[in-house]
């Protein structure tokens, strides 16, 4: 992407800390996810620049992540997602780069569309195995350690902003790159930016209907969801080839077919 158009839009924002921005955790809350191309984006933040703060890490406004996703041999929450399932969960670790910040991350969507997320700090990736993490699995997840094993790895920029009330959160992700770790298959998504928006509830959303007005649309897919369809092939898909080719589309905006 235009990095550094982006970061020079990006100035145009009050800054907000991380000290600050743990007050708007929003740990149980709804979330929408939108995609859209480098270009929609320059188009969203410049609507968004008067209402929302962007977060600030060590001067920076644009934070590297690296996500781990762990699942069974078989894909059963992978599966869960793709066969429609209302509720289901996601099992990761999650190294935020920029902060310096480890966590092991448990996400359970419920039937009423609300996502519920708990963690625990680690050292680092590694220590996933210990013990702690055994036990905070055994008290919070469906799955247990012995049941999992590593899938998916991914790596992202993400922008992070909140609006002036402190109601809602909207993590921007670009530069999306995916890695399986069985087979070491690669894929890069260097057109299409991730949008999701985090909300205490159905309340109005100045975000919602700035994405409207741009005919930016939600799309129920996860990250974790599109790297094991990107980079393992014999994974189940068919209930995401409408959404894979939306998606294409935007990833293709100028770098070729990925499919």
């Known amino acids: 992407m235009e990095e550094n158009v982006i970061c020079s839009m990006l100035e145009n924002f009050p800054s907000i800390s991380l000290a600050e921005m743990d007050g708007v955790r929003l740990m149980n809350r709804v979330d929408t996810k939108y995609t859209t191309t480098d270009e929609g984006l320059k188009q969203f933040l410049l609507l968004l620049e008067k209402d929302y703060y962007v977060q600030e890490i060590n001067g920076k406004r644009i ?4 996500t ?3 699942d069974t041999p078989g894909l059963a929450m992978y599966l869960a997602h793709q066969n429609g399932r ?3 969960e996601k099992i990761r670790m999650r190294s935020y780069i920029g902060s310096d910040r ?7 969507k419920n039937n009423k569309g609300r996502t519920r997320k708990v963690r625990m700090p680690l050292t680092s990736m590694n220590a996933y195995l210990m013990a702690e993490a055994d036990a905070f699995l055994y008290e919070h997840a469906s ?3 012995e049941d999992l094993q590593l899938q998916v790895e991914n790596s992202f920029d ?19 790159h995916f890695r399986n770790l069985s087979s070491g298959r690669e894929q890069s998504l260097p057109g299409l930016v991730i949008i999701e928006l985090k909300q205490d509830g159905n309340i109005p959303s100045r975000a919602k209907s700035y994405l409207s007005q741009l005919h930016i649309h939600p799309v ?4 974790y969801c599109l790297g094991t369809l990107l980079t393992n092939p014999s994974a189940k898909h068919n209930r995401f080839k409408k959404k894979l080719t939306q998606i294409n589309k935007l990833a ?8």
Do not use: A, H
Request: charged share 25%; proline share 2%.
């Open 63 to 66: 934070s590297p992540y690296r």
């Open 68 to 70: 781990v996703y762990l």
């Open 86 to 88: 209302r509720t289901r």
């Open 102 to 108: 480890t966590f092991l991350e448990i996400k359970d």
């Open 143 to 145: 799955f247990q350690l």
């Open 158 to 176: 993400r922008i992070t902003l909140v609006n002036r009330e402190k109601t809602e959160r909207l993590t921007i992700d670009t530069n999306l």
């Open 220 to 223: 129920s897919i996860s990250k």
């Open 252 to 259: 293709n905006y100028s770098y070729g077919y990925i499919f």
